[in-house]
C-alpha cells in the first residue's frame, strides 16, 4: 500500500459494489439476533470483502460511533500546518473541526459529525459518516491535506 497520491472520484468505479451505507447495515444486525452465531459467521464473511471510498479500502467500523474506517498509506502526525490544512477542507465543505481526542469535522449548520481522524503511532484512520453525499471528495481532500505531514516526517527521516 504505497500508493501516496489520492486519486480522482472519477477515477474509481464504485457501480458494482453496494452502497456503503449498505454494505455498513448489512454487517449490523437486531437485538433479537445477537446470539445467533450462524448468523454473525454469515456477516463476517462481508468484511472479508469491504468497500473502497476515494481509493482506501474500509478496514472496520468505529466501535461506539459505527462509521466505517478508512487507513492511510501514511501516519500523520498533527501540527500547526495540518490543522490549517484541515480547517481549509472543513470549510470547503461547510464544516468545522472540533478537537477532542482526535479532530472531528462537523457540519456547520447541524452540528452533524462527518468525518473523525485518529492518528495512532502505526496508522491514520479516517471515520466517515456513509450517508454523506459528498464522501469521496471529503475523504481525498482530507488525504491530501494529512500527506504533507507524511511527506515531511518521509524527508525529516531521510535527512537523518
Known sequence: MKQNTPPSPSDIDQATQPSLGQYVAS?????DKV???????ERCQLKYHPPSVAGLPMVGLGGSCGKPAFVLPFVTRFDREIVDRLEGVAERFDMYVEYGAYPHLKLTGSGQEIAAIQDWTNSTLIFLRPSYSN??????AIWGALKGSADEQE???EAS
Open 35 to 41: 446470539s445467533d452465531r450462524e448468523a454473525f459467521l
Open 27 to 31: 454487517l449490523k444486525t437486531s437485538r
Open 155 to 157: 524527508n525529516r527521516e
Open 135 to 140: 464522501k469521496e471528495e471529503l475523504l481525498t
